[in-house]
């Protein structure tokens, strides 16, 4: 099992900057990607931003330029940079992990949420 443990969630006034961190723990043989996904009040989950353990990084297109994820080397921790926040920010943010448990065997793991509201 694999246990993802988020924070930095919190309220910031639009324009502001929030850090959001996730740290994977458990039977991880291999990480594959981490990445973050937000979901709205009535609205879907979507996602946010990706990178693989080999550093390639997508973003969706409303957070490009403001968001920043990326990973301390050789660890399980992944971080969120948000700048320039806007309302339409406003959202619980999941941590996702793609592990391998071992040679053959993978899963997709999800952090509780941290809520992350943007206004004045």
């Known amino acids: 099992q694999v246990e993802l443990v988020e924070s930095g969630g919190g309220l910031v006034q639009p324009g502001g900057s929030l850090t959001l961190s996730c740290a994977a723990s458990g039977s991880i043989f291999r990480i594959i990607a981490m990445g973050w996904y937000r979901q709205a009040p009535g609205k879907q989950r979507e996602l946010v931003a990706t990178r693989t353990a080999g550093g390639s990084t997508d973003y969706r297109d409303s957070v490009k330029g403001r968001f920043t994820i990326s990973r301390v080397d050789a660890g399980n921790t992944v971080y969120l940079q948000m700048h320039s926040l806007k309302s339409e920010d406003t959202a619980v943010y999941y941590c996702?992990?793609?592990?391998?448990?071992?040679?053959?065997?993978?899963?997709?793991?999800w952090g509780q949420g941290t809520q992350v509201t943007v206004s004045s």
């Open positions: 996702n992990a793609r592990v391998y448990s071992d040679y053959t065997n993978w899963g997709d793991y």
